[in-house]
């Protein structure tokens, strides 16, 4: 069965250093999409990066990486240089083409991410 | 510009009341979901319609109705409204032209927190 897990509920980091949050998977389906989403605490859901099942690369995208280990079935965010507006909820997510979910986008629990001045 | 629009942001109402959720999106997606995140930040898929076309039924109570009167609008009626169903409901929407396409992110709108007294 699908599933997203992200093991760390809460985290601390220090402007301007860098912080990665960890996200494992599980699918049996070769096809499959990993994103990143950030909700601050005004409450929108903001589409970070996505990597797919099928890329050579890690995602970047500015200051988010992806750090994409298919083996190990992880798909770690790292964001460099902390902001103080980085201080928010952290969700990974995953789609899939195929099983019950017909491309639904399931989440894990969220991590959310305190940036220390 | 909003690309993924909902009304109201709040709705506060009591129970056994029926009301409803409108969202609209202007990005030409074909795929558009209705999502609730509880108390505990977990977000979870409700409903998702593919060119008007219901796909993905979770769970929900049949209090819960979707509608879709065309491919940019999926609207959330709810009956009987009961204290449980006290959460933040998000639409979003996705490309997902042809088949559900496992790389397309969801674009979400801002939510609409719903609080039932």
């Known amino acids: 069965a699908q599933k997203i897990t992200q093991t760390q509920p809460g985290m601390f980091v220090q402007e301007k250093e860098a912080v990665t949050l960890d996200c494992t998977y599980d699918?049996?389906?070769?096809?499959?999409?990993l994103f990143w989403y950030k909700q601050p605490s005004s409450g929108e859901m903001i589409f970070l990066i996505y990597?797919?099942?099928?890329?050579?690369q890690n995602a970047t995208e500015g200051r988010y990486s992806l750090n994409f280990q298919k083996a190990r079935k992880s798909a770690n965010l790292v964001i460099s240089a902390s902001q103080l507006g980085d201080s928010a909820m952290y969700f990974c997510?995953?789609?899939?083409?195929?099983?019950?979910?017909?491309?639904?986008?399931?989440f894990g629990k969220g991590t959310k991410l305190s940036v220390k001045p | 510009d909003t690309a993924v629009s909902q009304t109201p942001k709040y709705l506060v109402t009591q129970m056994g009341n029926d009301k409803s959720i409108k969202c609209e999106q202007n990005?030409?997606?074909?795929?558009m979901y209705w999502y609730k995140q509880d108390s505990k930040k977990f977000l979870k898929i409700m409903f998702s319609?593919?060119?008007?076309?219901?796909?993905i039924n979770e769970t929900v109570p049949n209090r819960f109705s979707p509608k879709s009167p065309d491919k940019a609008h999926l609207n959330l009626h709810i009956n009987s409204l009961e204290l449980g169903d006290s959460a933040v409901y998000f639409c979003?929407?996705?490309?997902?032209?042809?088949?559900?396409?496992?790389?397309?992110?969801?674009?979400f709108g801002n939510g609409t927190r719903l609080t039932v007294t």
């Open positions: 979003a929407s996705s490309q997902d032209r042809t088949s559900i396409s496992y790389n397309s992110p969801l674009h």
């Open positions: 699918t049996s389906d070769p096809s499959y999409g």
């Open positions: 990597q797919g099942s099928y890329d050579q």
């Open positions: 997510a995953m789609r899939q083409n195929y099983g019950g979910s017909q491309g639904n986008l399931i």
């Open positions: 990005l030409g997606h074909d795929t």
């Open positions: 319609y593919n060119n008007k076309e219901l796909i």
